[in-house]
């Protein structure tokens, strides 16, 4: 995917089939023809040569939480390291998932 920055203008051009799928995806859920478009936020932070990888945030999308199968042993506090957000957990609770990733316990 070529991404290509003109002042406030950013295109993305996609170079192969499933880049093209990914984006008329993308265009889909963020472009409404008969309401408002969405908006994207960033989350976390982009270096590259930390994690070559950016993520966003769709602002007006329904989420749910989705739990791995780890359970927290006691009461404790949870945080996700990429956007900083976290959860009060009780004993037996599942750990949740937030940005791709199992939320980690708090020091």
């Not at 406030?8 to 984006?23: R, Y």
């Not at 889909?28 to 945030?57: Q, W």
């Amino acid at each position: 995917m070529k991404i290509r920055v003109d002042k406030n203008i950013v295109e993305f051009v996609p170079e192969n089939e499933q880049e093209t799928s990914s984006m008329e995806t993308l265009w889909r859920v963020v472009v409404d023809c008969a309401a408002e478009n969405k908006r994207m936020t960033a989350i976390g932070e982009y270096i590259p040569s930390k994690a070559n990888l950016a993520r966003f945030h769709i602002e007006g999308i329904e989420s749910t939480t989705v739990y791995t199968e780890e359970k927290a042993v006691e009461e404790c506090t949870v945080i996700c390291t990429t956007c900083n957000k976290y959860m009060q957990l009780k004993g037996g609770d599942a750990v949740p998932v937030c940005c791709g990733r199992a939320m980690e316990t708090a020091d």
